[in-house]
């Protein structure tokens, strides 16, 4: 389970989408105001979905080869084919003219409610709930298994936290730095979606056929 949330933590923060919407919320005005919205809503997001899997089981993952456990492995499974089917899609796809999104031109006046529930809009759902289903299996008797949900939701978040702290103490430098990060991200948006869908889901794939077959 700690290796799988591992995976699925650092595939979250590294997406192209919400990192570009956080600098640019961060470049805005009352943009460290917005920024720490954003990051907030986007970090109680993640804990509320853990907190709801937690409430379902109880804190105690279901018994190996029962049909709650199996159930649990094939929305990996299927999380992980829908990523590699999503991949190859995307990377087969004629190449787009790359350019932000035409809501980004209103992002100055964008409210601190709005900016948090633009997090909730650009969180990777097929990830989160790929993060959830690994969550099942934590035995929430044991210390190690509440550091490791804990230490996921933070490194699924872990961009966000580093931008936004560079930019409260240099944000000068960090603006610059920043939107010159922004343009690579979206030089590169296509290439990253794709390298992050397509590992992301080869590693759940192969996950999920191993824990079936065993």
């Known amino acids: 389970m700690v290796l799988d949330l591992i995976v699925i933590g650092t595939a979250i923060t590294l997406g192209p989408l919400h990192n570009t919407a ?9 943009g460290m105001r917005k920024g720490l919205a954003f990051l907030l809503s986007w970090l ?10 937690v409430l379902l089981t109880g804190g105690q993952p279901p018994a190996r080869h029962s ?10 499974l299927a999380i992980g084919l829908a990523l590699l089917l999503y991949g190859a899609h995307r990377r087969r796809r004629p190449p787009r003219p790359h350019g932000p ?8 006046d964008a409210s601190l409610s709005t900016s948090a529930g633009l997090a909730w809009l650009l969180q990777p759902w097929a990830l989160v709930g790929a ?4 969550a099942v299996d934590a035995n929430l008797s044991t210390l190690a298994d509440w550091l490791a949900l804990t230490g996921y ?6 961009s966000l936290v580093v931008m936004e702290t560079y930019t409260v ?20 948006q296509e290439q990253l979606v794709v390298t992050l869908s397509m590992v992301l889901g ?6 999920g056929i191993v824990e079936l077959v065993t």
């Open 22 to 30: 956080f600098i640019l919320l961060l470049s805005s005005r009352r």
């Open 44 to 53: 109680a997001n993640l804990v509320a979905v853990i907190a709801c899997v």
């Open 67 to 76: 049909a709650p456990s199996t159930a649990v492995i094939a929305v990996k």
């Open 101 to 108: 999104p035409r809501w980004t031109a209103r992002i100055d």
């Open 131 to 134: 993060g959830a289903a690994t």
């Open 153 to 158: 939701c933070l490194l699924a978040t872990l």
């Open 169 to 188: 103490r240099a944000p000068g430098v960090a603006n610059a730095r920043l939107n010159a990060l922004r343009n690579q991200l979206e030089q590169r």
């Open 202 to 207: 080869l590693w759940l794939t192969a996950r």
